[in-house]
């Protein structure tokens, strides 16, 4: 955690803190998620791209330099990386962008079938094209379907990434969608520094292995972290809280989260210039014991 974290002077995102991702890459604990940019769901209407570059403008400028993205966050032409490219590039040196590599769209736009080993190579070219770099700051081995973690080997396809990490095109690589036997097998063959898995403050089912990221110096990065998945969050669950810091249901499912552990990220994702000020604004807020209670921690 940066000391000033509740200065005046620092950024919305600075003052939920910093984690050192990877051991070289300082990130702020509050970073954006550009799922929601190209739509809002895989198959709703395309949004328009002027403001999905405003949205990632203005996250920076209210301190967000951790963005998570995929080459598969895309509808009607308007794809996330491209937008990120044409928003922020020269990227900053700051700025540290995550992708995911594994789904395959389907021609309906929604992924629907997993890349094998000797496709990830291409999948992780299209990343460095869209984004503009010559080398991507982390990917990760996104697998499954959109159930419950768990099942396959991950060792084949992360062995294929390790191997692009080797020739100098990923400085880092994560997992995403798994479970612990996934993650061990993948630590087995190159260093993990990031999970990215479903959690969130009514989806806790991860909490030991946050505790094991967490242990071992790795990210732990929720998707759907404002319940945006299948279970959507409960404002009544959340009202007691919400009403003590005059804050939104959001604001509170962010500040849970950030509660939760030291090495957890979080990337909330909105099209929304609106609700991206509001969800940088949860970086301010601390939770209570009572109010951890409260929720039930
Ligand atoms: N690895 C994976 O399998 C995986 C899966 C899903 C997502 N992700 C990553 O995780 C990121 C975060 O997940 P997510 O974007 O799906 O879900 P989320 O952050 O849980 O929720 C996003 C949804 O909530 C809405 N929203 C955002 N801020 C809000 C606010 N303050 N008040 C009310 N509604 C709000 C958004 O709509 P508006 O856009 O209209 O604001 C959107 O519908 C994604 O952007 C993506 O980078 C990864």
Redesign the pocket.
Known sequence: MTSDTNSDSVTPAARAGEFLLGGDLPVRRLGF????LPA?TFQGPVRDPETGIAVLRRAVELGVNHI???WFYRREGVVANELIRAALAPYADDLVIAT?VGPLLGSDGIPSGEAGPARLRGLVEDNLRTLGVDRLDLV?L?VGGMGAPGGASVADRFAALAELRAEGLIRHLGV??VDAAQLAEARAIAPVVAV?NNF?VHDRGDVELMARCEKDGIAFVP???????HRPIDATALATVTARHGA?T?QVALAWLLASSPALLA??????LD?LE??MAAGRIRLTADDLAVLGD
């Open positions: 998620g550009a799922m929601r809002g998570d993205t995929a995911k990760y996104r995403s969608n990215q969130h998707f759907f972290p404002l319940g945006g998945g939104t959001a990337i909330p994702g909105t099209g929304s609700h509001e969800n």
